[in-house]
């Protein structure tokens, strides 16, 4: 069993700088490849793909809402995995999750992911 923490968050400014971490505890944590979603509170919207990274940390993959804005990194050795989010908008507001599969996954499809983490919330305001 892996068990999966967000923190970070809160409340910025657009266009301003926040990082999630994500610290993973359980059996062999480093052999999961990780990714991020998250979840608007406008009504209807599912949890959407971020980002994920493969085991090693040096192959993200990025949705291309955030390419370029959004950076996914991990610490292996912490067992924590990043998310730094530069130019912020009020758009970027929603829950963040971060989620682990052992299959090698780390795209868009959830129901991949064997491990969810319980959510940080980010809000951007104008």
């Known amino acids: 069993q892996v068990q999966l923490v967000e923190s970070g968050g809160g409340l910025v400014q657009a266009g301003e700088s926040t990082r999630l971490s994500c610290a993973a505890s359980?059996?062999?944590?480093?052999?999961?490849?990780m990714a991020w979603f998250r979840q608007s509170p406008s009504p209807g919207h599912e949890r959407a793909f971020v980002g994920g990274i493969d085991y090693s940390g040096t192959n993200p993959y990025y949705d291309p809402a955030v390419k370029g804005r959004f950076t996914i990194s991990r610490d292996n050795a912490k067992n924590t995995m990043y998310l730094q989010m530069n130019s912020l908008k009020p758009d970027d507001t929603a829950v963040y999750y971060c989620?682990?599969?052992?299959?090698?996954?780390?795209?868009?499809?959830?129901?991949?992911?064997?491990?969810w983490g319980q959510g940080t919330q980010v809000t951007v305001s104008s």
């Open positions: 989620a682990g599969s052992w299959g090698g996954y780390y795209g868009s499809d959830r129901a991949a992911y064997h491990y």
């Open positions: 359980g059996h062999t944590t480093s052999r999961i490849t």
